[in-house]
């Protein structure tokens, strides 16, 4: 059996020795050279003695950034740090099965000539109507990607294997916002185009356990800071985007915007935009709710109400992510998640765009008989 080596690569901020412990300790395959390279984005870190005392400089390497460089920069040095085989990109608070690198090495043997491997990223069960809504909204789908197709056009790095090969000279990008979102989604997408557009072969049997943000606990800076990388994701991968209807907050903006005007030229119509204004609220709402239930969420009010929050926090990152690099073009511009080439730039219907937009017919209808 040829000898192969890994490179395992990862960034972190925090160093918790509960979490980086089990990652450096994993079982060593045979006839597999293993390195580490823990990418410390925080110069004022306090290295736990238990972490400094596995730290070698030979097959455990810790380079600790001089300034906080965000994960792309730090993924990068980790890629150029190392001269492996092949490249496994983890995240720092995930838990192991102690034989994850027996499991990759064995996938190796079997189909050396892969681009790629993605592994399963599991979350822990809900354990409140927060954690539920997360779930029911889709957008940790990525993780369990390798559950569900056999192959995919990217992955989560919080367990990927890849190729030094097929990487050739690709780095993730630094055009990315730095504290993260959108970057490893077009990483993952040019190694596959200079690959021959092959997608990467999932390995479910590449299980880790990622436990929930913040202890689960409700935050909604992580779903806008994924809508501002989203929209970068559109503006520089062209090829994977498409126009769609204006999401929420965008078409609160131009409503806020038309009520300012028509204040300044024509006070009477004010009542109609703020109907319009109270409209468009109970309209998301009410298609968030079907779009739960085509989801099979509890029907649990809480539930619901997360569910609208999670989706206003993305979308107002995407909003955000284009007016404040003066990108005017980015509204109702939208990546295509599942990395389709699109050849019609405007969307399919949906059972959620097709609820807002026959309600807001309705509503406009109403409107027009009402104030007229």
């Known amino acids: ?42 110069p004022a870190v306090v290295v736990a003695p238990a972490i400094q005392q596995l730290v070698n400089n030979d097959d455990i390497k810790l380079l ?51 681009t790629g491997f993605i592994g399963l990223v599991n979350l822990p069960p809900a354990q409140d ?35 030094r090969n097929a990487i050739s000279d690709i780095r993730f990008s630094h055009a990315y916002p730095k504290a993260g979102g959108g970057e490893d989604v077009d990483f993952f997408l040019k190694v596959r185009a200079h690959n021959q557009y092959k997608d990467y072969q999932s390995l479910p049997a590449a299980a880790v356990l990622h436990p929930w943000w913040n202890q689960g606990r409700v935050n909604y800076k992580r779903p806008f800071r994924y809508g501002i990388g989203n929209s970068y994701l ?3 991968n062209p090829a994977y985007t498409y126009y769609d209807w204006l999401n929420t ?15 300044l030229l024509q006070p009477t119509a004010l009542p109609l935009f703020a109907c319009l204004l109270a409209g468009i609220v109970v309209i998301e709402c009410i298609a968030t709710t079907v779009q ?16 609208l929050l999670l989706r206003l926090s993305y979308e107002t990152g995407v909003l955000w992510g284009n007016l404040a690099r003066g990108r005017i073009k980015g509204f109702g511009e939208r990546f295509n998640d599942n990395c389709r080439m699109n050849k019609l730039k405007f969307y399919r219907t949906s059972s959620y765009r097709i609820t807002k937009w026959v309600l807001y017919l309705l509503l406009t209808w109403w409107l027009f008989t009402k104030f007229r």
């Open 129 to 163: 109507a927060f954690t539920r809504a997360i779930q029911v909204s889709g957008s940790m789908d990525i993780f369990s990607i390798a559950q569900r197709k056999p192959a995919y056009a990217w992955g989560a790095t919080a367990n990927f294997l890849i190729s």
């Open 249 to 263: 907050p965008e078409t609160l903006l131009l409503t806020m915007v038309a009520i300012i005007i028509a204040g």
């Open 1 to 42: 059996m040829a000898a192969t080596s890994i490179d395992i690569i990862i960034p972190s901020y925090r160093l918790e020795a509960q979490y980086l412990l089990p990652l450096l300790q994993l079982q060593r395959p045979a006839a597999t050279i293993i390195h580490y390279y823990v990418i410390a984005d925080n």
């Open 234 to 236: 559109a503006a520089l």
């Open 64 to 114: 600790i950034n001089e300034h906080n460089l965000g994960a792309a920069v730090s993924r990068n040095k980790g890629i150029d740090s190392g001269q492996a085989d092949w490249i496994l990109f983890l995240d720092d608070d995930i838990i192991v099965p102690p034989n994850l690198l027996e499991t990759y090495a064995a996938a190796i043997q079997q189909y050396p000539d892969a």
């Open 292 to 307: 739960a239930i085509k989801r099979r969420a509890p029907l649990q009010p809480a539930v619901y109400v997360y569910l």
